[in-house]
């Protein structure tokens, strides 16, 4: 079923299914919301998408500002590997840097939030590391020293009941 190029899952036999990423876009929702209410003024994956100028190589799934400060937000919830982890690792170190994009025509987030499952299960029950994963890429990709943002989630169900953050320095060629 589609609205508008919106996917909001499928009717089959008369029995509703959720979209497949609906796991990955409740967190994003409660990682938001929890930014929110630590006084954020957040700007979900939709929006930023509708009001920044087409282009962008990599989609965030969240931009959150507060005073000077711009936060670049990534939910993992699949396993990435080889071009789809490459390519968020440049993505995020462009971001770093200085060099990602102006969003909403004004704010230029220069840094990045991982938000992550630790307890994230593959489709065939194996554990996902996504910071290991993430950081690996991150050590083989950077030019120089950069700062990120760790979030591990608290999950209550489904959704998300809060987070543990965590920044990391990465250095060039280190894993």
């Known amino acids: 079923m589609c609205i508008r190029d919106r996917d909001i899952g499928t009717l089959t036999e008369g029995r509703w299914l959720p979209p497949t990423t609906w796991r990955h876009d409740l967190k994003a929702a409660g ?3 929890r930014l929110h209410a630590a006084g954020w003024t957040i700007y979900p994956e939709r929006e930023v998408l509708a009001k920044t100028e087409p282009g962008l190589k990599k989609m965030l799934d969240g ?3 507060k005073g000077d400060r711009a ?3 990534e939910v993992e919830n699949a396993r990435k590997s080889g071009p789809h982890l490459a390519k968020l690792a440049r993505t995020a170190l462009q971001v770093v840097r200085g060099d ?3 969003l909403l025509g004004q704010i230029k987030p220069r840094e990045v939030l991982f938000a992550y499952d ?3 299960q593959d489709e065939n029950g194996y554990q996902i590391a996504h910071k290991a ?4 890429e991150l050590g083989k990709n950077a030019a120089r020293e950069a700062n990120f943002w760790f979030a591990a989630l608290e999950m209550a169900g489904a959704g998300v009941a809060g ?5 990391v320095t990465v250095r060039q060629g280190v894993k």
Request: glycine share 8%.
């Open 31 to 33: 990682v938001l919301v």
């Open 100 to 102: 990602g994009p102006t």
């Open 133 to 136: 994963n993430i950081l690996g």
């Open 118 to 120: 630790p307890a994230a």
């Open 163 to 167: 987070y543990k953050t965590e920044q």
């Open 63 to 65: 931009l959150a500002k």
């Open 71 to 73: 936060l670049w937000i």
